[in-house]
C-alpha cells in the first residue's frame, strides 16, 4: 500500500487548532494586504487616495490613532483636519467629522481607531510619519489603516475556524478538509473580505467581537465560566457599533434562560462599557444619551419599508442572492431552525440571533440610507456573517453529488464578486447602480477612476 511519508506528522499538524489558528490569521492578513502597495503606488501616482481610503465613513478613525499617538487627544487639530480635507478631496468639513463644542471630533464610534493604536504606535513613535504635509505622509497614515483593518479582520477568520470546529465537534460533524474550503469562502467570498479587511470601519471591531462572542457561548456548553466575559465583549460590541445592541440583546436573552446563575457577573462584566459610553459622550458632546448618530442628525428612518427589504433579497448590488449566493442558504436554515420541535444548546443560540438578525434587516429598510451610501454589497450586515455562514456550513458539509458541486461553483462565483470588487471596484459601488450589474462587471474590462 502506497502511504505518504510523513502523514501522521500532518495530520497531527492539523489537528492543533492553536497552530491552524495562527496559520489562518497569517495566511489571511498576507492576503488580505497583497494588493497595498500598489493602491499606494496608484494613489501616489493619480494624487488621489481612494484606492487606500476605501469610503469617508473610515476617515476619522483612520487618523484617530495618529491624533492620540502624536497629539495625546481624541480630537482633532488643524494639521490632521488639513490632511483629511485632502485625503477626501474636499474644502468643506470632512464626512467623518463633527464640529461640537469647539472641538473636531469623529462622527462615528471610536473604537476601529482604538483598536488600530498598537499598528500605529511604532512607526509613529519612531517618526515615520512626523507630519501630514505631503502625499506620502497622509497615504502612510491610510496604509496603516488598511494593515490595522487587514490584522483585525485576519484575527476574526481565524476565530471564526475555532468556531467552525467547535460547531462541528458539538454537532458530532464529520468535516474532513471542507472545513478549510468554507474558511476560505468565510475569508474572501463573503463582505469580510471586501469590507472588513480594506479600512477602519466599525465593521472590523464588530466582527471581531461578534466571533469571540459566539466562540465562547459554544465552548460555555462544556464552562460555563466563560460566559461572565461574553458581558464584556457585548459591551465593547456595543462602543464599536451601537447597532449590534440587535446582536447583544439576543445574547443577554441566551445567558439569562441557560446560564442563570451566571446572569448577574454577565450584566457586571459588561457595565464598564457602558460607563464609558455615557461618559464618552457626555465629554464629547455634552450629554451622556447623545452620540455620535444623534449629533450630526442622522437619524432618520424615512425609506418605504418594502424598498429596503426588496433590495436585500434581488438587488444586484445589494443582495446575497447575486453577491454571494451562498448566504441564501441562511434564510433556509433559519427557516429550519424556527419549525424544529427540540432544540440543543447551539440551536437555541442560533434560533435567537436568526430572530435578531432578521429584526436588523427590517431596521435597516427603513433607514433613509438602507443601502449603505458607496460601501460594497451587503455592507451593513458585515458583522453578522459568523451567524449566516453557520447557518450554511452544515449544507457545504453534507449535501452531495450535483448539489454539493453546485454550492461549490456558487462559492468561487462569491469569490469572483468579492475579489473584483477589491481590486477593480476598490471595495465601493453607489446608490445609481442599486438596481443593474455595475458593480459585479469584471473590472479589468473597465477604465479606473484612480
Not at 452531495?400 to 464578486?417: D, E, H, P, Q, R
Amino acid at each position: 500500500m502506497l502511504t505518504i511519508p510523513g502523514k501522521g506528522k500532518i495530520k497531527k499538524f492539523f489537528s492543533n487548532h492553536v497552530v491552524v489558528f495562527t496559520v489562518v490569521v497569517l495566511v489571511s492578513f498576507i492576503l488580505y494586504l497583497l494588493n497595498a502597495p500598489l493602491d499606494f503606488r496608484k494613489n501616489l501616482e493619480t494624487g488621489t487616495y481612494r484606492r487606500l481610503l476605501t469610503s469617508y465613513d473610515i476617515t476619522s478613525n483612520t487618523f484617530l490613532p495618529y491624533e492620540i499617538i502624536r497629539n495625546h487627544r481624541f480630537s482633532f487639530g488643524k494639521e490632521s483636519v488639513a490632511a483629511m480635507r485632502v485625503a477626501e478631496a474636499s474644502k468643506t468639513l470632512p464626512h467623518s467629522l463633527i464640529f461640537v463644542n469647539g472641538r473636531y471630533v469623529p462622527s462615528y464610534p471610536i473604537v476601529s481607531g482604538l483598536i488600530a493604536l498598537p499598528v500605529y504606535f511604532v512607526p509613529l513613535s519612531l517618526g515615520k510619519i512626523p507630519n501630514l504635509d505631503t502625499p506620502q505622509r497622509i497615504l502612510g497614515v491610510l496604509m496603516l489603516g488598511r494593515v490595522a483593518a487587514s490584522f483585525y479582520t485576519a484575527i476574526a477568520v481565524g476565530i471564526f475556524y475555532l468556531v467552525l470546529r467547535k460547531f462541528a465537534t458539538l454537532k458530532k460533524m464529520k468535516t474532513g478538509g471542507w472545513v478549510y474550503v468554507f474558511l476560505f469562502f468565510y475569508a474572501f467570498a463573503t463582505n469580510v473580505y471586501s469590507i472588513s479587511s480594506r479600512g477602519l470601519w466599525q465593521h472590523v471591531p464588530a466582527l471581531l467581537f461578534n466571533s469571540l462572542i459566539i466562540l465562547l457561548l459554544l465552548y460555555s456548553a462544556e464552562r460555563k465560566s466563560l460566559v461572565k466575559w461574553t458581558g464584556l465583549l457585548c459591551g465593547l460590541a456595543f462602543l464599536a457599533r451601537p447597532t449590534n445592541i440587535f446582536f447583544i440583546v439576543p445574547v443577554a436573552i441566551f445567558v439569562f434562560l441557560k446560564y442563570r446563575s451566571e446572569f448577574i457577573k454577565f450584566v457586571l462584566m459588561g457595565m464598564p462599557m457602558a460607563v464609558f459610553y455615557l461618559v464618552y459622550n457626555y465629554v464629547t458632546f455634552g450629554s451622556p444619551l447623545t452620540n455620535e448618530y444623534v449629533a450630526r442628525n442622522d437619524t432618520s428612518f424615512s425609506s418605504p419599508i418594502w424598498e429596503g427589504l426588496l433590495g436585500y433579497l434581488v438587488s444586484p448590488a445589494r443582495s446575497f442572492l447575486f453577491i454571494t449566493p451562498p448566504l441564501v442558504l441562511s434564510y433556509y436554515g433559519m427557516w429550519k431552525l424556527f419549525r424544529a420541535k427540540s432544540r440543543d444548546h447551539i440551536d437555541t443560540l442560533l434560533t435567537l440571533l436568526s430572530v435578531a438578525f432578521l429584526a436588523t434587516v427590517v431596521m435597516y429598510s427603513a433607514w433613509w440610507c438602507w443601502y449603505g451610501a458607496d460601501r460594497f454589497g451587503y455592507g451593513f450586515f458585515t458583522e453578522w456573517l459568523p451567524l449566516l455562514s453557520l447557518l450554511v456550513f452544515p449544507f457545504m458539509v453534507r449535501i452531495k453529488g450535483w448539489g454539493k458541486i453546485l454550492l461549490v461553483i456558487l462559492a468561487a462565483y462569491s469569490f469572483y464578486t468579492q475579489f473584483n470588487a477589491v481590486v477593480y471596484r476598490k471595495s465601493r459601488c453607489n446608490k445609481d447602480h442599486n438596481w443593474d450589474f455595475y458593480c459585479l462587471k469584471p473590472g479589468m474590462f473597465s477604465e479606473q477612476e484612480y
